[in-house]
């Protein structure tokens, strides 16, 4: 459920970042994170990186996998990876989001543990929202 239009002038291999965007109208950033093209993709983390935000981009797609994991021994393992990754202080990818929701966020998924799936699977919703937010402003 996409919303925004696809023009394609000339193959997408071809295209830069900006040529890529600039033939699409978007709705929103999350919109853009949904689309299933790859190149779309790179050309919006080559964007983010830009601002020095790329993690979330990629944070997202990694919170989005977990989300739709089915496995219980999966997402336990790719929940302790995010909060390692991207949540945990001093983390090698940490989200650039306001202080205040990034002490909450910690404080959650600490309280979680690492096996409670579904209460991680709360917080990183709060942090994706977060994340969304942001990126939004950047865009």
Excluded: H
């Excluded at 033939?23 to 999350?30: A, F, L, Q």
């Excluded at 990186?49 to 996998?65: A, C, D, F, L």
């Excluded at 990876?81 to 966020?105: H, W």
Aim: glycine content about 6%.
């Amino acid at each position: 459920n996409m919303k925004f239009l696809k023009k394609k002038s000339k193959k997408e291999k071809d295209m830069t970042p900006e040529e890529f965007f600039k033939g699409r109208k978007w709705v929103t950033m999350k919109d853009l994170l949904e689309m299933r093209e790859d190149f779309g993709r790179i050309a919006i983390i080559d964007f983010c990186e830009t601002k020095r935000i790329g993690e979330s981009v990629v944070y997202y797609i990694e919170n989005r996998r977990f989300e739709g994991s089915k496995s219980l021994v999966n997402s336990a393992s790719m929940g302790r990876e995010i909060f390692e990754n991207y949540i945990k202080a001093d983390s090698p990818l940490e989200l650039n989001i306001p202080q205040a929701a990034r002490t909450e966020i910690r404080a959650g998924a600490e309280k979680a543990g690492q096996m409670a799936t579904a209460q991680l699977g709360l917080v990183f919703k709060q942090a994706t929202t977060e994340v969304l937010k942001m990126l939004d402003e950047y865009w």
